[in-house]
Every structure is written in structure tokens, then in C-alpha cells.
């Protein structure tokens, strides 16, 4: 992990979204993984959040 600048402190966000079927079991929430295609649309906010941060489905993460 990077040494912090003068001043500054690491941080990071997390996005979440509903849990997918696999996730919904063991927490409501899960991480919104933007598609690579799409990572742009959403640092430019050139489409609405609702359609970039959805669940991955079922069987995309594995335990």
C-alpha cells in the first residue's frame, strides 16, 4: 500500500447494490461491479446509476 502524501489520506469507496441469489443469503447488499465497458459512462455520468450498478448473476462470484 502507498505511503499517504503529506496531508492527504488513502481512501476508497465501495459501491454496493442488491444481492444477487448467490450473495442474498448471507447479506442483502453486494458489490456493483461496473462492466468494463461501462467503467466511463460512469465517471462521465452518462447514464443513470440504476442502469450501471445492477448484481452480477447468479454464479459470476466464486466462494
Do not use: C
Not at 452518462?46 to 450498478?53: I, Q
Amino acid at each position: 500500500m502507498p505511503a499517504p502524501q503529506a496531508g492527504r489520506l488513502l481512501s476508497y469507496a465501495i459501491l454496493t447494490t442488491t444481492a444477487n441469489d448467490n450473495v442474498e443469503p448471507y447479506h442483502d447488499r453486494q458489490k456493483a461491479v461496473p462492466r468494463r465497458e461501462k467503467r466511463m459512462d460512469w465517471l462521465d455520468l452518462t447514464r443513470p446509476e440504476e442502469e450501471l450498478l445492477r448484481p452480477l448473476p447468479a454464479g459470476s462470484f466464486r466462494v
